[in-house]
């Protein structure tokens, strides 16, 4: 009898930690579902200004495409097709501005003899970076 009821008074202070084990874990997953609620929805927040923003960039990208058509039909047809000859094989980038004596494209710096030839050409010249070919568009921070 004595070993029945040392038995039974272990079995039931393993019964007592089981059950203060148990409620500490479901203290934790209340906690967790709090979290993770808090998680979810942070991320519809975040998912709906990010759809906001596609929504933003995708109009804008359809007036920069209709305002490329309009200006693409003015250039002439020889000068368009050398743009996208050198855009194809420089990830969609054709042509590249001179600034400061530095090709914006390949980031290069112009050597002089070329910086000289560029400030002799015609002002309706196609000037191509000796780099990366791109074509050189003048500006007034050119360094011509």
Not at 48 to 72: F, N
Not at 122 to 127: G, H, I, K, R, T
Request: with cysteine; net charge negative; proline share 1%.
């Amino acid at each position: 009898m004595t070993h029945l009821r040392r038995r039974i008074g272990d079995l039931e202070d393993a019964e007592l930690e089981i059950m203060e084990a148990l409620e500490a874990a479901e203290a934790d997953r209340s906690k967790l579902r709090g979290q993770a609620e808090h998680v979810d929805a942070q991320i519809e927040t975040t998912t709906r200004a990010r759809d906001a923003q596609l929504e933003k960039i995708g109009g804008e990208l359809a007036e920069h495409q209709t305002e490329r058509s309009s200006v693409a039909a003015e250039l002439p047809t020889d000068l368009l097709g050398l743009y996208v000859k050198i855009a194809t094989g420089h990830g969609g980038v054709g042509a590249a501005e001179l600034r400061r004596r530095r090709c914006t494209g390949c980031q290069l710096e112009i050597n002089a003899a070329d910086l000289r030839q560029f400030a002799a050409a015609p002002a309706d010249e196609v000037l191509r970076c000796e780099e990366c070919s791109r074509i050189l568009i003048r500006t007034a921070e050119s360094g011509l």
